[in-house]
Nanobody, 119 residues
Framework: QLQASGGGSVQSGGSLTLSCAVS????????VGWFRQAPGQQREGVSC????????VYADAVKGRFTTTGDGAKNTIDLQMNDMKPEDTAVYYC??????????????WGQGTEVTVSS
């Protein structure tokens, strides 16, 4: 299971951190990342984190603003979002991923958490 939390409302330029609790497998066994879905839009990959292989990849839209980190001991990943923009408004999901932010590679996710950025 993957349980996302930490969503809320923030003003443009603000920051927010999302967390994902992973159960049923460890971060050493599988890659985990984030994707989002804005109202009326298709799902969009945000990041993919690999503890085992030591990489994190980001979508161009969030590169330099968002950071994904993982804690192997707690089996959690976080998404630190800085300099947020209204276009970051979406429901965010943590999901099993492969090695990129190609949305087809996000294969299993739990309930999302809603993020709203006001201008």
């Amino acid at each position: 299971q993957l349980q996302a939390s930490g969503g809320g409302s923030v003003q443009s330029g603000g920051s927010l951190t999302l967390s994902c609790a992973v159960s049923g497998f460890t971060l050493e066994e599988g890659n985990v990342g984030w994707f989002r879905q804005a109202p009326g839009q298709q799902r969009e990959g945000v990041s993919c984190f690999s503890l085992k292989n030591g990489f994190t990849v980001y979508a161009d839209a969030v590169k330099g603003r968002f950071t994904t980190t993982g804690d192997g001991a707690k089996n959690t990943i976080d998404l630190q979002m800085n300099d947020m923009k209204p276009e970051d408004t979406a429901v965010y999901y943590c999901s099993i991923c492969a090695r990129s932010t190609n949305i087809a590679e996000y294969t299993y996710w739990g309930q999302g958490t809603e993020v709203t950025v006001s201008s």
